[in-house]
């Protein structure tokens, strides 16, 4: 189902849903004239289990375009909003904001240090330590480099992994998305320009430290992904397969820790962009999923890997 049907904005993005209490979700995006815009801000969506709510703004900087919300609740129930505004993500600043009652209030925004943003995209995952790991990059002039961001007090400060780009092509790499792995491992899955390939790098130390990313065989144009590791043990991604457009959008599985992907269903088919997913697993055992529908609305569908 798409989020709105109507919106005082032409043009929208880069989703990201939690799950705030047993079958009610919150989804944010941004959204405005057009991508990088002066105009756009952050927008909010809520989910009681029937229906979603009609969008508010929940991030702004005047004069100013905001970027690639993120939305997750620790373990410890903080539901946190990471965005970003700036120029264009060369120059952007991180955004923080919490609330303490599943989106009904939030704190007011607060800038993050200086290169730090807490998820640059992707949601993040959680050990069973307690400690957060953030998936974010850097973007300058011609380098983009993938890093891990770790927080051991639930949020509130942040230290940094080494770069973990392709070790013969290192300034290609952009927006991590994290599982848990075998043996305690955590992957990273990489979107790529220079391959056009996902790219898939390993840690060992609880996301301290990365390997080099390695090459999969998955193409990707350039886009945006995002993977969840289920209860159950399932570990699925929602990507582009074509190397050059960001469609179809695709539901794949790995039973290799994401070294291979199989098929699940595609989710979408038709001509037009279908990009910047957002993956999670509810309480139920359902994969929640939301993402850019042709840049005028945020779609959201479901799939239960038990075919319930």
Not at 7 to 35: N, Q, R
Not at 79 to 84: D, M, R
Not at 191 to 217: H, N, Q, V, Y
């Amino acid at each position: 189902m798409f989020i709105f049907d109507k919106a005082p904005f032409p043009s929208c993005h880069a989703s990201t849903i939690v799950e705030v209490d047993a079958g009610k979700f919150l989804a944010a995006w941004f959204g405005g004239k057009a991508e990088g815009a002066k105009d756009v801000q952050i927008w909010l969506g809520k989910f009681d289990g029937k229906a979603w709510s009609e969008p508010e703004v929940v991030g702004t900087e005047p004069g100013q375009p905001c970027w690639n919300p993120v939305l997750f609740k620790t373990a410890k129930g903080t539901l946190w909003l990471w965005y970003k505004a700036g120029p264009k993500p060369e120059n952007w600043t991180g955004y923080a904001r919490t609330s303490p009652d599943g989106g009904k209030t939030w704190s007011k925004p607060e800038m993050m240090p200086a290169g730090f943003y807490g998820p640059v995209r992707a949601k993040p995952i959680q050990l069973a330590d307690g400690t957060i790991l953030a998936p974010t990059s850097l973007e300058s002039y011609r380098c983009w480099s993938p890093y891990v961001d770790r927080s051991t007090d639930d949020g509130k400060t942040w230290t940094r992994s080494n770069a973990f780009g392709v070790s013969d092509k290192p300034f290609g790499q952009i927006q991590p998305t994290l599982a848990e792995a075998k043996g305690g491992k955590v992957v990273a899955l990489v979107r790529s320009r220079d391959p056009m390939l996902i790219c898939r790098a390993e840690s060992s130390d609880g996301g301290k430290t990365f390997t080099a990313a390695e090459r999969t065989e998955v193409p990707n144009p350039s886009s945006g992904i995002d993977a969840v590791r289920t209860k159950s043990g399932g570990l699925y991604m929602l990507y582009n397969p074509l190397p050059l457009v960001r469609t179809p959008l695709r539901l794949g599985k790995s039973t290799d820790d994401g070294k291979t992907w199989e098929k699940v269903k595609d989710i979408e088919t038709e001509t037009g962009e279908f990009s910047y997913p957002a993956i999670i697993e509810a309480v139920d055992g359902t994969l929640h999923m939301t993402y850019t529908w042709k840049r005028t609305h945020i779609k959201h569908e479901t799939f239960h890997p038990d075919g319930k």
